[in-house]
């Protein structure tokens, strides 16, 4: 099986800055892309960013310039920086990535729990 773990969620007011982490374990013989998604209450999930296994990355429109997705592929893990958030970045951010767990298998997505992030004053 193939754990995802976020980390790094909080309470910060408007303008400050958070840093998510999601570190994968279990079988993983090799992770495609890697990304975080986030549903605020009432609205549906979508994508933030998303990073392939080469580097290449992609954010929604709302948060370009201001987050931005790394990963470390030794580790298998992902990372959101997140600056200067405003209150419509409130969400609970979920990290996913499409993994291959062994030579033969074929790739699937996996999900995280959930990390909650909240901006406000």
């Known amino acids: 099986q193939v754990q995802l773990a976020e980390s790094g969620g909080g309470l910060v007011q408007p303008g400050e800055s958070l840093r998510l982490s999601c570190a994968g374990s279990?079988?993983?013989?090799?992770?495609?892309?890697m990304g975080w998604y986030r549903q605020a209450p009432g609205k549906e999930r979508e994508l933030v960013a998303a990073?392939?296994?080469?580097?290449?990355?992609n954010y929604v429109d709302s948060v370009k310039g201001r987050f931005s997705i790394s990963r470390d592929n030794t580790k298998h893990m992902v990372f959101l920086q997140m600056n200067s958030l405003k209150p419509d970045d409130t969400a609970v951010y979920y990290c996913?990535?499409?993994?291959?767990?062994?030579?033969?298998?074929?790739?699937?997505?996996?999900w995280g729990q959930g990390t909650q992030v909240t901006v406000s004053s």
């Open positions: 279990g079988t993983i013989f090799r992770i495609n892309t």
């Open positions: 990073i392939t296994s080469s580097g290449n990355t």
């Open positions: 996913t990535a499409n993994v291959k767990r062994y030579l033969s298998d074929y790739t699937r997505d996996y």
